[in-house]
């Protein structure tokens, strides 16, 4: 994956000053296409299931997009400059289930946000803000959020083979720290109590099972 730098953003976009007018759109975008980058990021997978947001903000020449992952320490940037820019659509759904902003790029590429119907007027706001004009038009069709797409259930095999041998540790490699704790904690306990007395095996086994199950099963990555 390619990593955009520093100086590559002020040469896009801009540089912004502390003393500048911070303006942010944040957490308002479902990403849908466009960006190569984005693409490899999500790898198939919504913003929701990699627990990342976009975020965009304003610069001097431009926009600068970024995919925030966690509380946002770790972000992924890409900027857009205004000159790469041809055209900017709002589309809304007739039946009031969000809207589509599109931005459409010289070199005919173009690049597509979903937005929620309670983010539209936040959205609005903002493109007024930064006096980024727009076209709108309004579409039959209805939005089917991202965060609605079926979750994939693939690579989840390793995970299961681990807890197989270690209750908890397929749910922590895939993030779900506190499930993962917990199953240990349980199972660990289970072990201990069933080492005294021998009629708790057969519910040792259910919660070693189930463990198996969930760490293959889960989508938290």
């Known amino acids: 994956m390619t990593t955009i730098t520093k100086d590559q953003i002020r040469d896009k976009v801009g540089k912004k000053w502390w003393l500048d007018n911070q303006q ?6 479902d990403y849908v296409s466009g960006i190569e980058t984005f693409d490899e990021i999500l790898d198939g997978k919504t913003l929701k299931e990699i627990d990342a947001v976009i975020h965009l903000e304003k610069y001097p020449k431009g926009l600068l997009f970024k995919i925030a992952k966690g509380l946002g ?43 929620k119907q309670k983010d539209l007027w936040e959205v609005k706001d903002f493109l007024k803000n930064i006096k980024l004009n727009y076209e709108t038009e309004k579409i039959k069709k209805p939005i089917a959020h991202t965060d609605n797409k079926p979750v994939s259930t693939q690579k989840h095999g390793v995970p ?11 749910q922590i490699i895939k993030g779900d720290f506190v499930k993962g704790f917990l199953i240990w904690l349980i199972g660990g306990t289970m072990i201990f109590i069933f080492s005294v007395s021998i009629i708790l095996i057969p519910f040792a086994f259910i919660v070693w099972a189930w463990n198996i199950y969930d760490a293959y099963n889960s989508n938290k990555n």
């Open 24 to 29: 942010i759109l944040a957490a308002k975008l």
């Open 73 to 115: 320490f770790k972000t992924y940037p890409f900027p857009l400059s205004k000159d790469d820019i041809s055209k900017v659509a709002l589309s809304e759904a007739t039946n009031g289930q969000g809207a589509f902003l599109t931005f459409n790029l010289i070199g005919g590429n173009n690049i597509e946000f979903q937005i």
């Open 160 to 170: 299961a083979l681990l807890s197989f041998f270690v209750p908890g540790l397929g």
